[in-house]
């Protein structure tokens, strides 16, 4: 007797062996497709936590730089992430816990929550069993018996006060004799209010220019050294440099002018009485620059800085179209090479009676995150570089 399975019942066989195939093919698609359901769930749970961080580092440090309050800080800090969504629901944090102050170390890119100073913030946003966020719960993978309470996410951010050096790049042509003094009361109000801050490792210095400019105060640091600074920026006047008090003195022995402030420090030579006479603000820059970039106590960790404060266009003297095109080429080309070296330049014209060419000039030198200003009124340019001083970068550092 013939026991071979009809062709019919070899077919109802194989449909068998394949509805297996498919089921567990099924179950093992299934698996794949929760697990990256749920891994992409994870992952939005990650980045909603770091934009949270981020907004409360950001905030603290911006209130921080304002106030100077490490309280109100943190619940600056508290308001933005809680302005944030996770996972549905508002961000919270622990603001004891999840938001600390401290220093950050530039050069070793540490942050040292028992620092000496405050200069940084760090804020810690958690989804996790023990947060005030709770544990992260599974959308696909529970269908199986897996809840994975033990997923995590923590979105650290840290946020920093930049250290800064900074260089004044003040006019004390003669235009600027009968408005040095307000020139000279600004400069002090900048200085004392980015002494206010107390951020470490901010220094400051000054360049005087007419036609040629003159360091007149190295980088020095605010916190050590205010006094000092303070004390010489007190005697600050206008320079005439074209004026010649060798006329009147015999060599070897050579006196400055009475209006002088010792601008001419260093010159010997009667011959080169009127070489510097004029207005070149980019003799000022780059005076500026080759202090920022190579000084003696400058650092490339620093946000560098260029104020320039001045009451006219590029001129020399005897004016002539040629030089005074040549004076202003220089200057635009020292702006342009502190901005090819990441340092930015705000730029404060005292324009009284308004001239349109030294007001577009003054604007032209603006860069990186510099700013323009211009007043007809000395009086105003104190409340300028307060506002200029004020205008501290913020950076996100980790």
């Known amino acids: 007797m013939n026991m071979q399975p009809t062709r019919r019942s070899l077919r109802a066989s194989r449909r068998g062996n394949y509805a297996i195939l498919v089921g567990v093919s099924f179950s093992v698609l299934l698996g794949f497709a929760a697990i990256a359901i749920d891994s992409a769930f994870v992952n939005l749970a990650f980045v909603q936590a770091q934009a949270a961080a981020d907004a409360g580092a950001h905030a603290a440090i911006v209130k921080l730089r304002r106030s100077g309050d490490v ?25 004891t816990e999840d938001i600390i102050f401290g220093g950050w170390d530039y050069p070793s890119r540490t942050f040292d929550e028992g620092a ?39 979105a650290p951010s840290t946020a920093a006060l930049r ?63 205010f006094n000092t600074i303070r004390d010489q920026w007190e005697t600050l006047d206008w320079c005439d440099r074209s004026y010649a008090p060798w006329d009147t003195y015999a060599p070897p022995i050579y006196h400055p002018a009475p209006q002088m402030i010792g601008c001419n420090a260093g ?60 004076v202003a080429a220089e200057g635009r080309l020292a702006a342009d090479d502190a901005e090819d070296n990441n340092v930015s330049i705000f730029s404060v014209s005292f324009n009284d009676t308004y001239d349109a060419n030294q007001s577009a000039y003054m604007e032209d030198l603006v860069r990186g995150y ?11 340019l104190g409340a300028i570089l307060e506002e200029i001083a004020r205008a501290i970068p913020v950076a996100l550092v980790e």
């Open 116 to 154: 000496a100073y405050v200069n940084a913030v760090r804020v810690n946003v958690r989804k996790t069993d023990d947060s005030p966020n709770g544990a992260m719960q599974t959308l696909m993978m529970k269908l199986f018996g897996v809840q994975f309470s033990e997923a995590q996410a923590t």
């Open 267 to 326: 010159q010997t030579d009667p011959t080169t009485s009127h070489y510097d006479s004029g207005t070149n603000q980019g003799s000022g820059i780059n005076k500026a620059l080759d202090t920022l970039l190579a000084g003696v106590g400058s650092s490339a960790n620093a946000l560098k800085v260029i104020v320039l404060v001045s009451d006219g266009k590029p001129q020399c003297i005897p004016s002539t179209a040629l030089c005074d095109n040549a």
């Open 163 to 225: 250290f800064r050096e900074i260089m004044i790049v003040q006019d004390v042509t003669g235009s600027f004799a009968g408005e040095i003094g307000q020139g000279r009361n600004a400069d002090l109000t900048f200085l004392e209010t980015i002494a206010e801050r107390n951020n470490p490792g901010d220094q400051i210095g000054m360049v005087t220019f007419v036609g040629a400019a003159e360091l007149w105060t190295p980088l020095s640091y605010v916190d050590t050294d």
């Open 71 to 95: 309280e109100e800080a943190r619940v600056t800090a508290e308001d933005f992430i809680n302005a944030n969504n996770l996972m549905g629901s508002a961000a919270k944090v622990d603001p």
């Open 370 to 380: 510099g700013r323009f200003y211009e007043t007809p009124d000395p009086n105003d």
